[in-house]
C-alpha cells in the first residue's frame, strides 16, 4: 500500500522558516514527478512546487525564490524548504504523486504563519 506521510509543520513568524517532509513507503522513483500542494483557510487547494525524477523543479510565482523543493530517493523522502515565510503561507500543506496512473496523497501538515 502506497502511502504518503507529511511531517515539520508548525507555528512560525514572519521571516521564518520551516522545512517539511513527505515520508513515502514506496521507492519515490516511481513517481514520475512529485508535487506539494496548499490549501490556505477558505480557498481551493493550489498547487506550489514540483520536481522530477532528474530533479527539474517548478514553482508557483508566488514562492519562487522563496520555497526549495527537493528529494532524497535514498530515503523516499520530498522535502519542502519554506524560507522567508509570510502570514500569507499559512495554509495545509499536502504531498502528492502520481504512480501508474493512481493519485496519491498525503494527509496534510499544517502550516501558520503569524504576523
Known amino acids: 500500500q502506497v502511502q504518503l506521510v507529511e511531517s515539520g509543520g508548525g507555528l512560525v513568524q514572519t521571516g521564518g522558516s520551516l522545512r517539511l517532509s513527505c515520508a513515502a513507503s514506496?521507492?519515490?522513483?516511481?513517481?514520475?514527478?512529485m508535487h506539494w500542494y496548499v490549501q490556505p483557510p477558505g480557498h481551493q487547494r493550489e498547487w506550489v512546487a514540483g520536481i522530477g525524477r532528474a530533479g527539474t523543479t517548478n514553482y508557483a510565482s508566488s514562492v519562487r525564490g522563496r520555497f526549495t523543493i527537493s528529494r532524497d530517493d535514498a530515503k523516499n523522502i520530498l522535502y519542502l524548504q519554506m524560507d522567508s515565510l509570510r502570514p500569507e503561507d499559512t495554509a495545509v500543506y499536502s504531498c502528492?504523486?502520481?504512480?501508474?496512473?493512481?493519485?496519491?496523497w498525503g494527509r496534510g501538515a499544517q502550516v501558520t504563519v503569524s504576523s
Open positions: 514506496v521507492d519515490i522513483s516511481k513517481f514520475e514527478r
Open positions: 502528492y504523486g502520481l504512480m501508474d496512473g493512481t493519485n496519491y
